[in-house]
């Protein structure tokens, strides 16, 4: 960046390698593009070297410590994305819950949603502005800092994934609490639903103000609803969020950017995941990439969906499981990444060879094909 000038979304370097946008849309690849969900994580020691002495959110709201975490795999490994260093639970922080992490047992709400009347204790209106900036300035930091080497993508939790977590007070097996509200309070449940919409639809157009050239949406906990509870309390929220979101770039003349939706485990509700309006649909490493073809069509671009824990095996065999991910998947409309995110016991020499392996199995399949 030059000078002294303030950082501020515009005037942005050119974008040098947009092959991960591209296929986002559809259009034509050389190669297959390639990222990792969690690439900026604890499997890096330089990332836990970053992080040793600050409370995790705490590091979220520091712009220039989300903006030299988001960048350290790119200094490692020829990704062809970035995404910004942040979490799903500063949507709920925004609406005035305290969430905490707590060492050894994940992220933690002190007073989570019990009753009904819990709600009224939520913001109803939030200034995305005011409460997220932080999030903003770290996207435009970031987005100057990677001087056009890669896209940055933006994200945020979807309003099921966060209402389990706000009513739970934490990671569960069974989400037996929040799928208590949907069966006991669905008119509450809709009210909550909503509320956490309207504040993601701002949040992630605040993103693409800030400089986001992507957006992914989170349905982390798809997998604890059966279709018909997903069906009701799911994917209409996820279909608003996209709408909305596409509606409001519109009316602001913000870029209307590629759009990805990645619910875990909602292997029945492929097809309408297909048609919720987004351009991208993420894949878990459950799915057949041959069924997720057949059940989406040829009018979106998958994104997946290698299992994580394949980068445990040998060099040689992630060499081996990625050919036979990307001949499944075939080179065009599709982005590679795992079916999960990075677990931080992985080897960054093995995350090396899985993206070299998706580079030159899919340069070498469109040479041949």
Same mark, same amino acid.
């Given at each position: 960046?030059?000078?002294?000038?303030?950082?501020?979304?515009?005037?942005?370097?050119?974008?040098?390698?947009?092959?991960?946008?591209?296929?986002?849309?559809?259009?034509?690849?050389?190669?297959?593009?390639?990222?990792?969900?969690?690439?900026?994580?604890?499997?890096?020691? *330089?990332?836990?070297?970053?992080?040793?002495?600050?409370?995790?959110?705490?590091?979220?709201?520091?712009?220039e410590t989300c903006c030299e975490l988001t960048l350290q795999p790119l200094r490692r490994f020829p990704?062809?994305?970035?995404?910004?260093?942040?979490?799903?639970?500063?949507?709920?922080?925004?609406?005035?819950?305290?969430?905490?992490?707590?060492?050894?047992?994940?992220?933690?709400?002190? *007073?989570?949603?019990?009753?009904?009347?819990?709600?009224?204790?939520?913001?109803q209106k939030v200034d995305v502005s005011a409460e997220l900036g932080y999030v903003f300035q770290a996207?435009?930091?970031?987005?100057?800092?990677?001087?056009?080497?890669?896209?940055?993508?933006?994200?945020?939790?979807?309003?099921?994934?966060?209402?389990?977590?706000?009513?739970?007070?934490?990671?569960?097996?069974?989400?037996?609490?929040?799928?208590?509200?949907?069966?006991?309070?669905?008119?509450?449940?809709?009210?909550?639903?909503?509320?956490?919409?309207?504040?993601?639809?701002?949040?992630?157009?605040?993103?693409?103000?800030?400089?986001?050239?992507?957006?992914?949406?989170?349905?982390?906990?798809?997998?604890?609803?059966?279709?018909?509870?997903?069906? *009701?309390?799911?994917?209409?929220?996820?279909?608003?969020?996209?709408?909305?979101?596409?509606?409001?770039?519109?009316?602001?003349?913000?870029?209307?950017?590629?759009?990805?939706?990645?619910?875990?485990?909602?292997?029945?509700?492929?097809?309408?995941?297909?048609?919720?309006?987004?351009?991208?649909?993420?894949?878990?490493?459950?799915?057949?990439?041959?069924?997720?073809?057949?059940?989406?069509?040829?009018?979106?671009?998958?994104?997946?969906?290698?299992?994580?824990?394949?980068?445990?095996?040998?060099?040689?065999?992630?060499?081996?499981?990625?050919?036979?991910?990307?001949?499944?998947?075939?080179?065009?409309?599709?982005?590679?990444?795992?079916?999960?995110?990075?677990?931080?016991?992985?080897?960054?020499?093995?995350?090396?060879?899985?993206?070299?392996?998706?580079?030159?199995?899919?340069?070498?399949?469109?040479?041949?094909?």
């Amino acid at each position: 960046m030059a000078g002294n000038s303030p950082v501020g979304p515009q005037g942005f370097p050119a974008l040098k390698n947009d092959t991960f946008l591209r296929a986002a849309r559809g259009e034509e690849t050389e190669y297959t593009p390639v990222w990792c969900m969690r690439q900026a994580g604890r499997y890096l020691p *330089e990332f836990r070297e970053t992080r040793a002495a600050q409370d995790f959110f705490a590091t979220c709201r520091s712009p220039e410590t989300c903006c030299e975490l988001t960048l350290q795999p790119l200094r490692r490994f020829p990704l062809d994305a970035a995404i910004i260093f942040s979490d799903i639970l500063v949507v709920p922080q925004a609406l005035g819950m305290e969430v905490v992490m707590v060492p050894g047992k994940g992220p933690t709400f002190p *007073e989570p949603l019990k009753e009904v009347e819990d709600l009224l204790k939520l913001r109803q209106k939030v200034d995305v502005s005011a409460e997220l900036g932080y999030v903003f300035q770290a996207i435009t930091l970031t987005r100057h800092s990677l001087e056009g080497r890669v896209p940055l993508i933006g994200f945020s939790g979807a309003p099921w994934t966060l209402m389990s977590y706000m009513i739970e007070g934490g990671g569960s097996n069974t989400m037996a609490k929040a799928k208590r509200w949907l069966y006991r309070h669905p008119e509450a449940s809709h009210r909550l639903l909503q509320l956490l919409r309207d504040v993601i639809v701002d949040y992630l157009v605040g993103q693409v103000a800030a400089g986001a050239q992507a957006l992914q949406v989170f349905e982390s906990h798809a997998g604890h609803l059966g279709p018909e509870q997903f069906r *009701e309390f799911a994917l209409p929220y996820i279909r608003d969020i996209a709408a909305g979101v596409k509606s409001r770039l519109q009316a602001e003349a913000l870029p209307v950017v590629p759009m990805i939706v990645f619910a875990k485990d909602a292997h029945y509700a492929l097809p309408e995941l297909a048609q919720a309006g987004y351009e991208v649909l993420g894949l878990d490493w459950t799915i057949p990439p041959h069924d997720a073809r057949a059940q989406t069509g040829h009018g979106i671009t998958l994104q997946g969906n290698l299992d994580p824990c394949a980068l445990y095996a040998p060099k040689e065999k992630i060499g081996d499981l990625v050919k036979r991910m990307i001949e499944e998947f075939g080179t065009q409309r599709y982005i590679a990444n795992l079916g999960h995110g990075l677990y931080p016991d992985m080897s960054p020499e093995h995350v090396g060879a899985f993206v070299e392996a998706v580079h030159t199995h899919s340069r070498h399949l469109n040479r041949h094909n």
